[in-house]
């Protein structure tokens, strides 16, 4: 699976996901030349294309505080 983060998502978290989240293609935003300042609704359309899950900084918190509370 390929994982697109978005620009709002700390570099430092993006090194630790790719350290712990085996068997996945994950790719910063800003490491993807003419990629930075692309709105959501673009992004999506991109990010379909590169065959990639778009993942905003808000939702992956959530994701994590729902993984520790169940």
Same mark, same amino acid.
Not at 33 to 56: C, F, I, K, N, Q
């Given at each position: 699976?390929?994982?697109?983060?978005?620009?709002?998502?700390?570099?430092?978290?993006?090194?630790?996901?790719?350290?712990?989240?085996?068997?996945?293609?994950?790719?910063?935003?800003?490491?993807?030349?003419?990629?930075? %300042? /692309?709105?959501?609704? /673009?992004?999506?359309?991109?990010?379909?294309?590169?065959?990639?899950?778009?993942?905003?900084?808000?939702?992956?918190?959530?994701?994590?505080? %729902?993984?520790?509370? %169940?």
């Amino acid at each position: 699976m390929r994982l697109l983060l978005d620009e709002n998502v700390p570099r430092p978290l993006h090194q630790v996901l790719t350290t712990f989240v085996l068997n996945h293609d994950i790719v910063h935003l800003l490491d993807l030349p003419g990629w930075s %300042g /692309t709105r959501d609704e /673009t992004l999506m359309t991109r990010a379909d294309v590169m065959r990639a899950g778009h993942v905003r900084y808000g939702r992956l918190c959530g994701w994590i505080a %729902g993984r520790r509370a %169940g």
